[in-house]
T-cell receptor, first 117, second 112 residues
Framework: GAVVSQHPSRVICKSGTSVKIECRSL??????MFWYRQFPKQSLMLMAT?????????EQGVEKDKFLINHASLTLSTLTVTSAHPEDSSFYIC?????????????FGPGTRLTVL | KQEVTQIPAALSVPEGENLVLNCSFT??????LQWFRQDPGKGLTSLLL?????REQTSGRLNASLDKSSGRSTLYIAASQPGDSATYLC???????????FGKGTTLSVSS
């Protein structure tokens, strides 16, 4: 159990277009999901915290108008990269927190590779 | 602000060797610590999760220890195999329900 999926796994788009990435918790409910970004040979950096039914909390330096996050249900959060540019090319990974097991465990999705031409 | 450091950045060993990967963190008031494996171009595979009240966790050939007071964790890999080649990431959770803070990883190469 505790599977998190992401869609798409890979996307290539033209500069100036918008791209939506979905993160789903398949067999549990997640009130909180996290979005991370990983540049080549770098570690994962938190972009934002997504809470179901409320606005996302963005980390310093992350433009909330460029990276739109929607967490409309307990199993789905979406990240939309608006007006994408080549510098947005990166590996985007989401995670979902699962409570109620006595520990707070985060489960990670497989990631989405975004390439902006 | 919590910072996580992993040493070494890269490690090459022959098959069969036992090895230790190191992780240090600046704020000892953590909730948990997790070790992940990441293959090139892939997502994360969780290896071991250590709660703040625990000293170590074991899974097969892997053993992770946690010393909160000194801000250190180690991942011990016994009898390394070529299939162990990957990047190993250490991540700290400061509080329940918060995001993890990652180190930059140790890239391991095991030659046959």
């Amino acid at each position: 159990g505790a599977v998190v999926s992401q869609h798409p796994s890979r996307v290539i788009c033209k500069s100036g277009t918008s791209v939506k990435i979905e993160c789903r918790s398949l067999d549990f409910q997640a009130t909180t999901m996290f979005w991370y970004r990983q540049f080549p040979k770098q570690s994962l950096m938190l972009m934002a915290t997504s809470n179901e039914g409320s606005k996302a909390t963005y980390e310093q330096g992350v433009e909330k108008d460029k990276f739109l996050i929607n967490h409309a249900s307990l199993t789905l959060s979406t990240l939309t990269v608006t007006s994408a540019h080549p510098e947005d090319s990166s590996f985007y990974i989401c995670s979902a927190s699962r409570y109620g097991t006595g520990t707070d465990t985060q489960y990670f999705g497989p990631g989405t590779r975004l390439t902006v031409l | 602000k919590q910072e996580v450091t992993q040493i070494p950045a890269a490690l090459s060993v022959p098959e069969g060797e036992n090895l230790v990967l190191n992780c240090s963190f600046t704020d000892s008031a953590i909730y948990n610590l997790q070790w992940f494996r990441q293959d090139p171009g892939k997502g994360l595979t969780s290896l071991l999760l250590i709660q703040s009240s625990q000293r170590e966790q074991t899974s097969g050939r892997l053993n992770a220890s946690l010393d909160k007071s000194s801000g250190r964790s180690t991942l011990y890999i016994a009898a390394s195999q070529p299939g162990d080649s990957a990047t190993y990431l250490c991540a700290v959770g400061n509080q329940a329900g918060t995001a993890l803070i990652f180190g930059k990883g140790t890239t391991l190469s095991v030659s046959s």
